[in-house]
């Protein structure tokens, strides 16, 4: 099983994209491409999040490809091994909430991202050991539809304070150890809402399997841009009832944006696989070698230059993070040097990568 090159430039870029958007000078001066769709609706920075879950689904093709079911075999699922990951995974996510520490603990948010991608691997990675191809498929229709379903069991099923996530969130984990963000305690990475999550780490790992099994970087494109063109015609159609909302995580939401996955990575294999344009992505290919403890580090750094402060000459306390970006505004527009600073963000962890990198380190969680 061959790895794809074209799967570790579209990580680094998805990983690129997340720091920017997650590290701005200001959240109060930020490009509107830059923000999440307030309620219904899809920008760029909308598609972030799942295609780090549809990464993550295309790396278990590898990490679990002995383990797949075989014709006449006993099924081998690794019980451990996803628990374990699982686990890791959940935790440091929960520690990068509370960090650092000193909050009450009655207040602790207990979801995140990678509380998600924890529970999506760890349901996904059982489903790909015990389901065959056909089987896997199945899942994914009935677990979009079903989730429909389910959301409509409610009257008023996409408003904020109505929807079925949160009022499920609010029952089985308490309102006060939600995200807070909305005005009222609603949770964008909710529990209800992991099912269709499950579905774009899937789309992942067929993605994985079909780019190491085509003959050609054509067969490639045109099975990508196939794919992409059906999941749009779907989501068009199903979006009049069901409404694209990432903070539902819909399945109309999952639809669309797994085409834009897909389409995207079929132009990063014309672009570096067929017309042989590697100047450009080798950064990238770089940048997506440790995304995971990469986005761990870069947490805990925006938050600790956040939370080291002192009392400037005007009486006026200031953090690290205030000092550097009201030094951008000296020379630029507000809204430019959140943007800057954003940008040197990302550049500071690409030198990291870098280094890590060239000497091979590559760390695991």
């Not at 909302?245 to 939401?253: A, D, F, G, Q, V």
């Not at 990063?268 to 080798?282: N, P, S």
């Not at 800057?340 to 870098?354: E, G, K, P």
Request: aromatic fraction near 16%; hydrophobic fraction near 55%.
């Amino acid at each position: 099983m061959n790895r794809q090159i074209s799967l570790d430039i579209f990580r680094g870029i998805t990983l690129a994209a997340m720091l920017l958007v997650n590290n701005p000078g200001s959240w109060s001066f930020v490009y509107p491409p830059l923000l999440h769709a307030k309620w219904h609706g899809l920008t760029p920075t909308d598609l972030i999040f799942p295609f780090f879950l549809f990464i993550v689904g295309a790396a278990m093709f590898h990490s679990m490809g002995r383990y797949l079911p075989k014709a006449n075999q006993a099924l081998q699922v690794p019980w451990q091994k996803i628990a374990k990951r699982t686990i890791v995974l959940f935790a440091i996510g929960f520690l990068l909430n509370i960090f650092p520490f000193t909050g009450d603990p009655q207040n602790w948010r207990i979801m995140g991202v990678l509380q998600r991608i924890a529970i999506c691997y760890g349901i996904a990675a059982i489903l790909i050991c015990v389901l065959h191809q056909k089987q896997l498929i199945a899942a994914c229709i009935t677990l979009l539809i079903g989730y429909w379903l389910m959301l409509n069991l409610v009257e008023n099923p996409y408003g904020l304070e109505t929807n079925l996530v949160r009022l499920i969130d609010i029952e089985v984990l308490g309102s006060a150890h939600l995200y807070q963000g909305f005005g009222v305690a609603f949770d964008p990475e909710g529990l209800l809402s992991c099912i269709p999550a499950v579905v774009t780490v899937l789309a992942g790992f067929f993605t994985s399997k079909m780019l190491a099994n085509a003959k050609t970087e054509q067969q490639r494109m045109k099975t990508l841009l196939l794919w992409s063109l059906v999941t749009f015609v779907v989501c068009i159609a199903w979006q009049f009832s069901f409404p694209v909302n990432k903070s539902l995580w819909t399945s109309t939401y999952v639809l669309a944006t797994n085409g834009f996955a897909w389409l995207a990575l079929a132009v990063i294999i014309y672009l570096h696989d067929v017309k042989k344009q590697t100047f450009g992505f080798e950064w990238a290919k770089i940048y997506g070698s440790n995304p995971l403890f990469i986005y761990v580090l870069s947490w805990l750094f925006a938050s600790t230059i956040s939370l080291i402060s002192w009392t400037n000459a005007q009486g006026r306390e200031i953090s690290v993070h205030g000092f550097l970006y009201s030094g951008l505004t000296e020379i630029m527009s507000p809204r430019n040097a959140s943007l800057v600073f954003a940008i040197a963000f990302v550049f500071l962890f690409y030198l990291l990568s870098a280094w890590l990198y060239k000497r091979k380190i590559f760390i695991k969680i």
